[in-house]
């Protein structure tokens, strides 16, 4: 690729991540310490960013790891971030940091999953779950949660709030979607809204609207009904991208009879 392709290639992801993050130049200009000319200049190939402005804006734009690799490769620099998978050896003090979480939230559900919400680890109680009236050829590996979650032979006939939990699955995911404009994450969601009975999404939810609902669920093996709530957690200050594309769902109960079934199982 020439100099000058470079340069507008790069210009124009810029671009692109500042339009998917809804920010005008003067504003990111402002936080990134730059005038906002100069940040016209980088977004339209007249002007060659420099490495240390590349992280900068990316830094303030929230892009994904990944895609700051991205973003560096594509202005003729070497990728910065690491992709090390789970199983090396090195990981090893981080899959015994994963196991902690998950046992130390017993006996409360509780699953890790990547960003394509393919599943990396599961606790007791969420294992409980996922094999309670779940079809195999879903907890197959590669096994995604959400799939498992809103596939008629998963746990959607087990959900008795199931329009509105799927809207809210649907819309944290058309969220996600939307912010990396993942090509795997807009064919999942299509995927998903073509099972019986999933609600579409109901816009793009800030993250602080989408602790709230609770899932309402009844057990297959024995009728008893569960209420709970979830929240998403991620590893905010990784500097690989492998951990910083987990995210841990933990789910509490909502009421008292469900902390006493879930303590008493």
């Known amino acids: 690729m020439s100099p000058t392709a470079t340069v507008t290639r790069v210009g124009e992801l810029l671009r692109e991540w500042r339009s998917r993050r809804r920010r005008s130049q003067l504003d990111l200009a402002t936080e990134a310490g730059v005038s906002a000319r100069h940040l016209s200049f980088l977004e339209t190939g007249r002007s060659q960013p420099s490495r240390e402005m590349l992280l900068t804006l990316a830094e303030h734009l929230e ?23 789970l199983d090396n050896d090195e990981m090893r003090p981080v899959r015994r940091a994963l196991k902690a979480i998950l046992t130390g939230h017993e006996p409360y559900p509780a699953i890790i999953v990547d ?17 309670d009236g779940v079809s195999e050829e879903l907890l197959a590996p590669p096994a995604n949660a959400l799939r498992i979650t809103l596939h ?20 944290r995911l058309h969220r996600q979607a939307l912010l990396s404009q993942d090509p795997a994450l807009v064919a ?13 999404s109901h816009g793009v939810a ?53 902390e006493d079934y879930l303590r008493g199982n």
């Open 63 to 85: 892009v994904p790891l990944r895609e700051q690799n991205a973003l560096l490769l594509a202005a003729g620099y070497a990728p910065l971030f690491t992709e090390t998978p």
């Open 115 to 131: 960003r394509q919400w393919e599943m990396v680890a599961a606790n007791q109680p969420a294992q409980a779950l996922l094999r």
């Open 206 to 258: 800030e993250p602080a609207d989408m602790l709230f609902v609770p899932l309402e669920f009844r057990r297959s093996s024995d009728g008893a009904e569960l209420s709970m709530l979830s929240t998403l957690a991620t590893f905010g200050t990784a500097l690989d991208i492998t951990l910083e594309e987990l995210s841990i769902e933990s789910f509490f109960p909502a009421n008292e009879a469900t």
């Open 188 to 200: 999942l969601e299509a995927e998903l809204l073509s099972y019986p009975g999933v609600e579409p």
């Open 152 to 171: 008629p032979k998963g746990l959607a006939p087990h959900i008795l709030n199931f329009g509105e939990w799927s809207a809210h699955l649907i819309t």
